[in-house]
């Protein structure tokens, strides 16, 4: 046995210190030279061009209108073109992306961890010697980086266009604004990633959660609003004859089960940042503030007031995505590595 | 260098239970340094569940594993750090060169460049994939997939390999190279293997010793002529040879002749001439006695003796025998009994 004795030094062996990195760099790799990255940076391009292209019209009237005005800039992103309209949702850029994040979240995380068990790789990625974590770590990070790229580049060009094609310099404060908004929607498609990620792990056929996800997002983002409108009118209805105090107090209740939804979150949030005049995102509670709405003296918003309104948004919705990540980390800890 | 420190895998009284069926039950096991063990059994007898359970890839029902004196459920890094595992049926990214998928494993043990270069290249090298690994791994065939698993589990350079079922779908001759891989392992650098096979030939030929499970309880272990001795009813065989043409003539004196010796307990008289005849002797160690009366009477006789040899108790005939033994071969439980329900 010389040779055992030869070949035995004791092991200092290498652990990577930080294996979400290893899978993230690898997961990204695959990312960016996928199909699917390709198409969907095509798609997206073209669905946010278009309607702004046929915006054109209004944000010139208004930069005439206005011209020298604060947030001309920020109307590229929150104007939608007139009549043009599709089953009466926002059109504009902002309204589309609102749309389209939660489809490009789920996009990249529904084959997360299933397309690993189908392709028979999981066993062998978890005997290696990282945590199990880290594969779901490494997973999220990488789609949420390749997703941020895909979203940096249409609002590159939304504003490349407004630069060069309807000449609107953007003022310092405006790109502020911009920048945190967009920082807010990576949060926002952090929350359909981490539900995504929840998908790949439950649901062991990819098509399948593929189509949970779709259902979801079909459900939430475009019925959402109607169907708890509908459950709402039918537990806590609000009539012509109901005492106005009950009224109010009805609808900020309905204010607040909608927000439950993290479109609604989104969508009040990206519109407070977008619009410096948008003072508030809270229905009026009480007699006293609904008049105080009524005679308030139209004024802008100083970025960090914006900040204040939305704080308790972004809060609810980097929860959410703790909520479905954790649960999706759970069950992915406590399940076979076998399928 | 004998026998320092922790063996390298124990297990004690390691349990699995999936709800009503008990997949492994109290298994004990000790492995020694530098030994090629092998993990027998039938389809669902637990061999897969019981390297999960020392890889910490599955939670014990009972009992404890160890891994290098580490618990493989708290210590998961380093015995991954020191394990390389081979699971039974391995997948790579279909997207990705065999290279690049070895590539992705040396980054996850901490291994980059120049050395991780070097590594991938040698296990490549050593299952005889080197022509083949730039090429996508969904173009690989279901043996190359399985020879580039067994480079995945050597990247590591690992104290210990652990593979399951390593040389299904590979073809003989390829086997016979894995195989003399595994044990040159173990000479150069005392690697211990724990293998599952079906394959009993190839465990007989490179295994130290083996394990004979039998739905999720280990009922032999030993050296295959332990095992022999144990569950061989205490019998050994030999085989003759005669010149085919002085045969025919002299076959009718042979078969007394070899029935004569008195340790011989059953003759099969040779299936053709020229081939051998086979003789039963009891006991086992008679062997050498029995091979020197035959000399002597084919001498005497002027019987044409070409060959003869003892041949070894086929683990073939050691398994059926043991999982006879313990009331669980198929023909004995076909009708009822979670094997036979498996399987
Ligand atoms: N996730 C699971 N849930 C329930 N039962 C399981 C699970 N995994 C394995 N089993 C059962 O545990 C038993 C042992 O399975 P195991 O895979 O360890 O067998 P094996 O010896 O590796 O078989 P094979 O030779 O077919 O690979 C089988 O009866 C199997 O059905
Ligand atoms: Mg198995």
Same mark, same amino acid.
């Given at each position: 046995m010389t040779a055992v004795e030869a070949a035995a030094p004791p092991p200092a062996r290498s652990v990577p210190r930080s294996g979400w990195l290893v899978v993230a760099a690898k997961e990204f790799a695959d990312h960016v030279l996928s199909v699917r990255f390709f198409v969907l940076l095509i798609v997206l391009g073209?669905?946010?061009?278009?309607?702004?292209?046929?915006?054109?019209? /209004?944000?010139?009237?208004?930069?005439?209108?206005?011209?020298?005005?604060?947030?001309?800039?920020?109307?590229?992103? #929150?104007?939608?073109?007139?009549?043009?309209?599709?089953?009466?949702?926002?059109?504009?850029?902002? =309204?589309?992306?609102?749309?389209?994040?939660?489809?490009?979240? #789920?996009?990249?995380?529904?084959?997360?961890?299933? =397309?690993e068990r189908a392709q028979g790789t999981l066993p062998r990625l978890v005997a290696q010697p990282i945590h199990r974590d880290d594969v779901i770590n490494g997973k999220f990070v990488a789609s949420l980086v390749a997703?941020?790229?895909?979203?940096?580049?249409?609002?590159?060009?939304?504003?490349?266009?407004?630069?060069? /094609?309807?000449?609107?310099?953007?003022a310092w404060s405006e790109v502020l604004r911009l920048i945190v908004w967009f920082v807010m929607t990576i949060a926002y498609v952090g929350v359909w990633l981490a539900f995504g990620l929840l998908l790949s792990v439950v649901v062991h056929r990819a098509a399948t959660a593929a189509l949970i996800g779709f259902g979801v997002w079909m459900a939430v983002a475009m019925f959402g609003r109607f169907l708890l409108n509908l459950i709402l009118g039918a537990i806590a209805p609000v009539s012509d004859s109901t005492a106005i105090d /009950?009224?109010?107090?009805?609808?900020?209740?309905?204010?607040?089960?909608? /927000?439950?939804?993290?479109?609604?979150?989104?969508?009040?949030?990206?519109?407070?940042?977008?619009?410096?005049?948008?003072?508030?995102?809270?229905?009026?509670?009480?007699?006293?503030?609904?008049?105080?709405?009524?005679?308030? #003296?139209?004024?802008?918003?100083?970025?960090?007031?914006?900040?204040?309104?939305?704080?308790?948004?972004?809060?609810?919705?980097?929860?959410?995505?703790?909520?479905?990540?954790?649960?999706?980390?759970?069950?992915?800890m406590r399940q076979e590595v076998r399928a | 260098m004998t026998e320092i420190g922790e063996p390298p895998i124990v297990a004690a009284g390691l349990t699995k239970r999936y709800g009503e069926l008990v997949a492994v039950d109290s298994l004990d096991l000790e492995l020694r340094r530098g030994e090629i063990f092998g993990l027998l059994g039938q389809n669902g007898a637990g061999k897969t569940t019981t390297i999960l359970m020392l890889l910490g890839l599955t939670e014990p029902t009972a009992g404890t594993a160890r891994v290098m004196g580490l618990d493989p459920a708290r210590d998961?890094?380093?015995?991954? $750090?020191?394990?390389?595992?081979?699971?039974?049926?391995?997948?790579? !990214?279909?997207?990705? %060169?065999? $290279?690049?998928?070895? &590539? !992705? %494993?040396?980054?996850?043990?901490?291994?980059?460049?120049? +050395?991780?270069?070097? &590594?991938?290249? +040698?296990?490549?090298g050593q299952v005889g994939l080197s022509h083949r690994g730039d090429g996508r791994a969904d173009t690989y065939s279901r043996g190359m997939l399985q020879r580039l698993g067994i480079a995945d589990a050597l990247i590591k350079d690992p104290d210990i390999l652990i593979l399951d079922e390593p040389t299904a779908a590979i073809d003989?001759?390829? @086997?016979? +190279?894995?195989?003399?891989l595994l044990r040159d392992l173990v000479r150069e650098r005392g690697v211990t293997v724990l293998l599952s096979s079906h394959l009993l030939t190839q465990v007989q030929s490179v295994c130290d010793r083996v394990g004979i499970f039998a739905a999720g309880r280990l009922i032999g272990l030993g050296t295959v002529s332990e095992l022999a001795t144990r569950f061989g009813n205490d019998t050994g065989q030999v085989e003759v040879t005669f010149d085919g043409e002085q045969a025919t003539e002299a076959a009718e004196r042979i078969g007394p002749f070899l029935a004569g010796i008195p340790q011989v307990e059953h003759v099969e008289p040779a299936s053709a001439?020229?081939?051998?005849?086979?003789?039963? @002797?009891?006991?086992?160690?008679?062997? &050498?006695?029995? &091979?020197?009366? @035959?000399?002597?009477?084919?001498? $005497?006789?002027?019987?044409?003796? %070409?060959?003869? $040899?003892?041949?070894?108790?086929?683990?073939?005939?050691? !398994?059926?025998?043991?999982?006879?033994?313990?009331?669980?071969?198929?023909?004995? @439980?076909?009708?009822?009994?979670?094997?036979?329900?498996?399987?």
């Open positions: 073209l669905a946010a061009g278009i309607p702004l292209f046929l915006a054109t019209e /209004r944000i010139h009237e208004l930069a005439s209108q206005v011209s020298g005005a604060q947030a001309v800039f920020l109307a590229l992103f #929150i104007i939608g073109p007139q009549d043009v309209s599709i089953f009466g949702l926002d059109v504009s850029v902002q =309204g589309f992306i609102g749309l389209a994040a939660p489809l490009l979240g #789920i996009a990249f995380a529904f084959d997360a961890v299933n =397309g997703i941020t790229l895909v979203l940096l580049s249409v609002v590159l060009l939304i504003s490349g266009f407004g630069l060069l /094609r309807l000449g609107i310099v953007p /009950r009224a109010l107090g009805l609808y900020q209740l309905h204010a607040f089960v909608l /927000r439950l939804l993290p479109t609604t979150l989104y969508s009040e949030a990206s519109s407070v940042l977008l619009n410096p005049s948008l003072t508030g995102t809270n229905t009026p509670a009480t007699l006293g503030q609904l008049s105080q709405a009524q005679q308030q #003296i139209p004024t802008l918003l100083s970025l960090d007031q914006s900040l204040l309104l939305v704080w308790p948004h972004v809060v609810a919705l980097v929860a959410l995505t703790v909520i479905c990540f954790a649960i999706g980390y759970i069950q992915f | 998961a890094l380093r015995v991954k $750090r020191q394990v390389g595992y081979l699971p039974d049926s391995v997948g790579f !990214y279909g997207d990705l %060169t065999g $290279r690049q998928n070895l &590539r !992705y %494993t040396a980054r996850l043990n901490g291994l980059r460049g120049e +050395e991780a270069e070097g &590594r991938i290249d +040698e296990a490549l003989p001759i390829g @086997v016979v +190279e894995i195989l003399q001439p020229g081939a051998p005849w086979r003789l039963q @002797v009891r006991p086992a160690s008679a062997g &050498r006695l029995v &091979r020197e009366a @035959v000399l002597a009477g084919a001498a $005497r006789d002027g019987l044409g003796l %070409t060959a003869i $040899r003892s041949s070894e108790p086929s683990l073939d005939d050691i !398994y059926r025998a043991a999982l006879l033994e313990a009331g669980l071969h198929r023909d004995a @439980v076909e009708s009822a009994g979670p094997v036979g329900a498996v399987a």
